[in-house]
């Protein structure tokens, strides 16, 4: 027997009423949740559309569009439809979500802001999470962070919530991020901010294992989502797999070129696999996005300083430590220099040393977080 899905139904009750609106409507929407998109775009195409129908056409036919990711093809439809009046909310959001996509954040922010600032007609879900990732985009983390502090609690939907989870986790707040991650996972948002936040903080746990298995089917959903396939990379460090972690910070790079974690991510791995080629390419790919970050000069150090290139790891040594004194890839990297890290026992001294007094970002030490001595009250992970 021949089962009919919703869509099927709703697309042939449509041809016997083709100008229908709220079928119309009701169709377009299971084609989506159906993943049958360019269906559902045939139907708009065949509508028999009203005089007073263009404005909720253009808006179908963008919903749509952006979702087989046409966002040049929504953003065109948009702007004919604002030529015949304003454009409702949820037409505006979508407006901004197709310049977002074009990374077009100077002419999203102030979309999303009005959205977030005058709600009229109500808040489109997703408006602040919107608004917080262009302005991470175009103004940095700060800003992003400032803005979520000052929205007001009826726009902090889940999905902004997992946004303000990364963005503190980014800042290094990580108590902070674990809070927010939670708090949007219990809402219901399965955003990929939200998981790999939760899977960093897995990682951070020393729960890679449970962090691999969050992150699987997020995947499957969003298989570019560069920092999930970051979070995916730091995990398998976390369990020892250096060869999958590192074709996983590898696919990672390819989808988020400019963040610099990631490559300080990527060249460690390689470190630990002893390509020092791979991992100098890595570091100053890193140096390149931004010269006055401690830990670009610190892992160059570290990559100088295991390739017998002395003076030069002292030279980066020395502008890690001015930018930051505390920067532990500065000192893992005199570590090597002084003969310190020529053996496991060395390196676990190594590790008190250096890392043991430096507090972790979810309690303990950093040596504890990155599982180089265990805790006295260590128990197995709930």
């Known amino acids: 027997m021949t089962h009919t899905t919703a869509f099927e139904q709703l697309a042939g009750f449509l041809r016997g009423d083709p100008g229908n609106l709220p079928l119309l409507h009701e169709a377009v929407h299971h084609g989506l949740a159906a993943r049958r998109a360019d269906e559902a775009l045939a139907l708009i195409d065949g509508f028999a559309a009203g005089s007073g129908d263009a404005a909720a056409i253009a808006h179908l036919r963008s919903s749509v569009l952006l979702a087989l990711g046409r966002a040049e093809q929504a953003e065109l439809a948009l702007r004919a439809a604002a030529e015949a009046g304003p ?86 707040d990580a108590a902070r991020a674990r809070e927010l991650a939670h708090a949007a996972w219990d809402a219901g948002s399965r955003h990929h901010e939200t998981v790999a936040v939760l899977a960093g903080v897995l990682t951070l746990e020393r729960r890679a294992d449970q962090a691999l298995a969050l992150l699987a089917p997020a995947l499957q959903q969003a298989p570019q989502d560069g920092r999930l396939w970051s979070m995916r990379a730091t995990a398998l460090m976390g369990v020892g797999d250096l060869v999958q972690a590192r074709a996983a910070y590898e696919q990672a790079v390819r989808f988020v070129p400019q963040h610099i974690g990631t490559w300080h991510g990527l060249g460690w791995c390689q470190i630990a696999q002893q390509d020092l080629a791979g991992a100098r390419e890595s570091m100053e790919r890193a140096l390149t996005l931004d010269r006055n970050f401690a830990e670009s000069h610190g892992g160059m150090a570290v990559v100088d300083a295991l390739s017998g290139r002395r003076e030069a790891a ?37 590790a008190l040393r250096v890392l043991g007094s430096r507090a972790a970002p979810l309690g303990g030490t950093l040596a504890e977080a990155v599982g180089l001595v265990r805790r006295a009250d260590d128990a197995p992970p709930r």
Do not use: C
């Open 87 to 172: 454009l409702a909310p949820a037409s505006r959001f979508n407006l901004a979500y197709a310049l977002w996509l074009q990374g077009r954040h100077d002419e999203a922010v102030p979309l999303w802001q009005a959205l977030v600032d005058e709600p009229q007609g109500g808040l489109p879900p997703g408006a602040l999470a919107g608004l917080l990732r262009s302005l991470r985009s175009r103004d940095g983390i700060a800003a992003a962070l400032q803005a979520w502090e000052r929205s007001v609690p009826s726009a902090r939907d889940a999905q902004a919530q997992g946004v303000a989870s990364m963005l503190y986790f980014d800042a290094d």
């Open 314 to 350: 002292q030279a980066a040594i020395k502008r890690a430590l001015g930018l930051d004194p505390g920067s532990l890839s500065a000192r893992y990297a005199q570590a090597v220099l002084a003969g310190d890290t020529a053996d496991r026992a060395a390196f676990q001294r190594l």
